[in-house]
């Protein structure tokens, strides 16, 4: 093992989300995944279920619904309380981890409707990543394993933008573990960070994800492991489509158009990080350790569709030049009013005399809209879906965008995107037509692969 406390290339960053991590027995069973002597950073989540609470705890607190708070405060203490009944065998490591929970409940019960606001309610949301990181440590503590704890709030740090500093993570980080170089195992939260003004913030939901990810950047770990309950990333969506396979090698940007498209497997912003660095990400199954699971790195497989995600809550705008072709600078207009709005594209086509674009966001539609219409006609599809599929779609390949939209010849396509970049092709549908779009790709695509 290299001790060396300036390189972490032996160094794997794993990650286990809220329900690899959501019962006593899940919680011995990463203590299981995680004790072996490779050097090693532990990214938890809150347990399952426990973020949402938090949200609603907020949200009762914003509402002036005190009582309300309360009751689901004791409601998630007694959660609490029923795992670390079963978890701990020793008094001493349960009355230690009850003891945390109660602290942490009562600050939670210490807060007042009256002064209620989002700098509250960020505090409120921090409280799951940090009690499931105790817990784990006084679990590995009654097994004899020391495992430090490395307070992501004195490290995982965002500027002004909301964006993650990395060299400040870095060098904190760096800072941190020189303390301890003769440990292998760290232990911390997921999720959490300070922003630009120190305060708690967060990385947004799923973003334990985005924090295993800047952690393996920062420290130019060997490998960063996402530990779900699925044995990588699927073909297909197997929550809709029978008999999908989990892809054994993702390219950094098939991955992200997957992440980004659908797939509910890795939080898109955390491809960024690790393909800037050339740190692979391996999507693997705390149920399953033994399964190959999904590699994500920088090496492409030539010849090959991968996978297909579906994307649904997506609007179509067509945006109709009023003069006979789309004139000089229309462009700059139609994407300046999106920019203004805060809203972002995710697909584009175009003809001589119109754009249709997509969105996900319709928060500020109404402003678009009245802003578009000064300098054109435009029309509104609601309730549809982006199909994304990925693989080598490099333009000199023969015959896989016609594969594609073969696949699809019984339905109506609203847009095709294909050629924006090398790995892969957008399809715009209907939602209602999504179930019957994924089965038909998985059966003309992944033909060979159905068991
Ligand atoms: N606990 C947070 C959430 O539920 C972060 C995460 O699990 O990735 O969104
Ligand atoms: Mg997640």
Not at 109 to 117: A, D, L, V
Not at 275 to 288: D, G
Not at 358 to 365: K, S
Not at 381 to 390: A, L, N, P, R
Request: with cysteine; aromatic share 6%.
């Amino acid at each position: 093992m290299n001790n060396n406390s300036t390189s972490f290339s032996d160094l794997v960053v794993m990650k286990f989300g809220g329900t690899s991590v959501g019962s006593a027995e899940r919680i011995r069973n990463v203590g299981d995944l995680i004790s072996g002597s490779e050097r090693k950073v532990v990214v938890l989540s809150a347990m399952s279920g426990v973020t949402n609470m938090l949200v609603e705890i907020s949200q009762l607190f914003n509402n002036s619904n005190t009582q309300g708070a309360l009751n689901k405060i004791q409601e998630l203490q007694e959660k609490y309380q029923v795992v670390i009944e079963e978890l701990y065998s020793q008094s001493e490591h349960k009355e230690e981890a009850l003891t945390f929970v109660a602290e942490k409940m009562n600050f939670l019960r210490s807060f007042k409707e009256e002064y209620f606001t989002d700098f509250e309610e960020r505090q409120i949301l921090a409280q799951g990543e940090i009690i499931s990181v105790e817990m784990m440590r006084l679990h590995l503590a009654e097994r004899g394993i020391v495992a430090i704890k490395l307070p992501a709030l004195e490290y995982m740090v965002t500027n002004k933008h909301g964006e993650p500093n990395l060299p400040e993570i870095q060098s904190q980080l760096i800072e941190l573990l020189s303390h301890y170089p003769k440990q292998s195992l760290f232990i911390t939260e997921g999720y959490i960070c300070r922003n630009a003004y120190l305060e708690i913030d967060n990385l947004k939901r799923g973003g334990s994800d985005y924090t295993a990810a800047l952690i393996g950047a920062a420290l130019d770990a060997k490998e960063i492991q996402i530990w779900t309950d699925i044995d990588g990333l699927h073909n297909n969506d197997p929550r809709v489509v029978d008999h999908t396979t989990a892809v054994r090698h993702l390219h950094f940007n098939e991955a992200a158009e997957l992440a980004y498209f659908g797939a509910k497997i890795l939080h898109p912003a955390c491809i960024h990080p690790a393909k800037m660095r050339n740190i692979p990400v391996r999507l693997l199954n705390s149920m399953e350790p033994e399964a190959k699971g999904t590699i994500i790195s920088n090496r492409i497989k030539e010849g090959s569709l991968k996978a297909v995600a579906a994307k649904d809550g997506i609007t179509a705008l067509r945006i109709l030049s009023s003069r006979m072709l789309l004139a000089q600078g229309f462009m700059r207009k139609v994407f300046e009013t999106f920019e203004r709005y805060q809203t972002a594209v995710d697909m584009i086509t175009t003809s001589e005399v119109a754009i249709t674009l997509t969105i996900d966001n319709t928060n500020r539609l109404e402003e678009i809209l009245l802003e578009l219409r000064k300098i054109a006609d435009v029309s509104v599809d609601e309730d549809m879906t982006i199909i994304s599929v990925v693989g080598d779609m490099n333009w000199k390949n023969v015959g896989f965008e016609s594969r594609v939209v073969e696949a699809l010849s019984e339905l109506p396509v609203r847009m095709i995107s294909y050629g924006g970049s090398n790995y892969g092709v957008s399809i715009l549908i209907r939602s209602e037509d999504k179930v019957r779009a994924l089965k038909l790709l998985s059966k003309h695509l992944f033909h060979e692969e159905v068991s």
